[in-house]
């Protein structure tokens, strides 16, 4: 079975510090892997979104990076962190097929919670 | 742009009364709508979605494209379906959430 890992779970840093988050899938290949933030009032914003190694889209323009180094692997990180960085991110994914992509579930990981203090 | 608007943050019924949990969309497109929901201490995982036509844990919702909605209604609501619930909707290549209402059952 197909399960999603996040780590770390919790993180509290200083502004100004540097940022790594991890995302990994295990149990399928090639799957679209997805980086939300959770804010209180915010709902759930999509901020990064990858079909394959090495591809990458941003949806919204922030502090923050992602990147895909192997199949399953999804990293979301940051040069220097933000007061507005800290909330609660989302790793999720979803198997690609094709123009039924539509129709697929995400699967979500357990999350981070964040705070840049 | 695709956007899904919940207007209500919180939702609080007593349990056997019925609920409706409201979600408007604005899509060019054909579109595709969910419902994920999160429990307490649970991640975040789907309910239903429009293109199965299924009711889950007591749980419908029906596509209403004259008035782009997809409401989720209950007839009886439960203290077990207090959670957060998500509209979700599908468009160019990414699934957009709208903000969430909070759903409380009081017994």
């Known amino acids: 079975s197909q399960t999603i890992h996040q780590w770390p779970a919790t993180l509290v840093q200083p502004v100004g510090s540097p940022l790594s988050l991890e995302c990994t899938v295990e149990g399928t290949s090639n799957p679209n892997l997805y980086w939300y933030r959770q804010a209180a009032g915010r709902g759930l914003q999509l901020l990064f979104y990858s079909v394959g190694i090495g591809q990458i889209s941003s949806e919204v323009p922030q502090n923050l990076s992602a990147s895909r180094p192997q199949d399953r692997q999804f990293i979301l990180s940051s040069k220097k962190l933000l007061l507005s960085d800290s909330g609660f991110y989302l790793c999720a994914w979803s198997d690609f097929r094709g123009t039924s992509a539509k129709y697929n579930e995400q699967f979500f990981g357990p999350g981070t919670r964040l705070t840049v203090l | 742009a695709q956007r899904v608007t919940q207007p209500e943050k919180l939702l609080s019924v007593f349990k056997g009364a019925p609920v409706e949990l409201k979600c408007n969309y604005s899509y060019s497109g054909s579109p595709e709508l969910f419902w994920y929901v999160q429990y307490s201490r649970q991640r975040l995982q789907l309910l239903l979605r429009?293109?199965s036509r299924e009711s889950i844990k007591g749980f419908t919702a029906d596509l209403n494209k004259g008035e782009t909605s997809f409401h989720l209604k209950k007839p009886f609501a439960q203290e077990e379906d207090s959670a957060m619930y998500y509209c979700a909707l599908w468009g160019f290549q990414k699934l957009v959430f709208g903000t969430g209402t909070r759903l409380l059952v009081s017994p």
């Open positions: 429009h293109i």
